[in-house]
């Protein structure tokens, strides 16, 4: 729908100019999960000075800051590259960008990911480079995208930053947590 031609909302028509961000485009596809991890990331991000504050895993493109421009040949690319432990083209990119990160930002860094930590595609390489400085957000253990999503933005709007614990040794799949409460425009 996003890269249909004929397609006339405004962020289509961005994308084929090239001027959208790889947030939007993210946040699009994936709806509240990611407007959830977007608004999270932007009311509680503290990155160290000249380190981006949120970062997407992005295949074939390793970790890219929200704010990155993206047309419609880039998105086709991503598209592209299969999302695997075993693939070197999503591999490589991840883990360059991963321990180029973990330069700059230093030893004492700690990295909130905000994806799912059921999955080892995501998290072992994480897990190599930061360790136990890889954090999650214990509340999201059971949780799935849509929930996690639903979480992340009450928290952003109430000013409420969830707690974290280390995803190396993590309980990672557990019992499903109450439904949220809905939620109301105040």
Request: with cysteine.
């Amino acid at each position: 729908m996003l890269m249909r031609g004929e397609a006339r909302f405004d962020l289509a028509q961005r994308l084929r100019e090239g001027q959208t961000t790889i947030g939007e485009v993210c946040a699009f596809i994936s709806g509240l999960y990611f407007r959830g991890k977007l608004a999270y990331s932007l009311a509680f991000a503290a990155a160290p000075e000249g380190v981006p504050p949120a970062v997407v895993i992005v295949p074939g493109a390793g970790l890219v800051p929200l704010d990155t421009r993206i047309g419609v040949e880039q998105l086709l690319a991503i598209s592209r590259v299969p999302i695997h432990q075993r693939n070197d083209d999503y591999l490589g990119p991840l883990v360059r960008d991963a321990a180029l990160l973990d330069r700059h930002a230093g030893a004492q860094c700690r990295y909130v990911l905000l994806g799912s930590i059921a999955t080892e595609k995501y998290t072992r390489p994480l897990l190599d480079i930061f360790g136990a400085r890889l954090l999650f957000p214990e509340t999201f253990v059971g949780r799935g995208d849509m929930s996690r999503g639903g979480l992340m933005l009450r928290a952003a709007r109430s000013s409420d930053e969830l707690s974290y614990v280390p995803v190396e040794n993590a309980v990672r799949h557990g019992a499903r947590p109450p439904k949220l409460e809905k939620w109301r425009k105040p």
